[in-house]
């Protein structure tokens, strides 16, 4: 009698396609891998209003699901409506305190309105204007896996997280998070499973250490 197959979401990260995913491969006789994209927001909707449109593209119950960096904010507002046997986010945050100066600033100030929509509209300089020059190198990489250059997508979706308001981390989430973690810094970050060398990119650059520990991550009871 063959094993129940476990069925896993997994969410990319802001404007990122399912393609970061492309080297995450879990036993297939144990596991079945679904991939979930962005979708546009309707005007002024609230993320949880957004969690609950995407919760039409899940079609399995008692699932794994699990968010990279907004994506893990997102995939944490989906739980809050369907019933998940492991909630998982990586290189993300589980509450508005594990935020960043920068980013908590920003929402003070109301920055992230300020952002002309030609900056929004070119990944490229967003980039450079939200986390700084630095991330140029792993910019080409990124922009390999850009799926939404939407500038009314990357308005909300900046918006959303910057002001993001979920004060507590749910009961039970397991965050995966790297060291070297300059989006998210893991100074921010307390309760998590810490990958040394880990990047805000360690899906991608990472994935060895995710196929071998997630299998034991999602079955651990």
Known sequence: MSEEIIHVYLMPGMAASSKIFEYIKLPENQFKIHYLEWILPLKNETISAYALRMTKHIVHENIVLMGVSFGGV????ISKYIKVRKLIIVSS???AQELPKKMILAKTTMAYKLLP????SNIELFAKYAFGSNITKRL??????LSVNDSSYLSWAIKEMVCWNQETRLADII??????????????ISNCITVKGGTHIMIINKYKWFNENLP???LKN
């Open 216 to 218: 034991c991550i999602i």
């Open 140 to 145: 080409e990489l990124y922009k390999k896996y």
């Open 74 to 77: 997102l995939v944490q507002e």
């Open 93 to 95: 945050v589980k509450s």
């Open 175 to 188: 965050h995966i998070h790297g060291d070297n973690d300059v989006v998210f810094p893991i100074k921010n």
């Open 117 to 120: 929509i030609q900056l929004v």
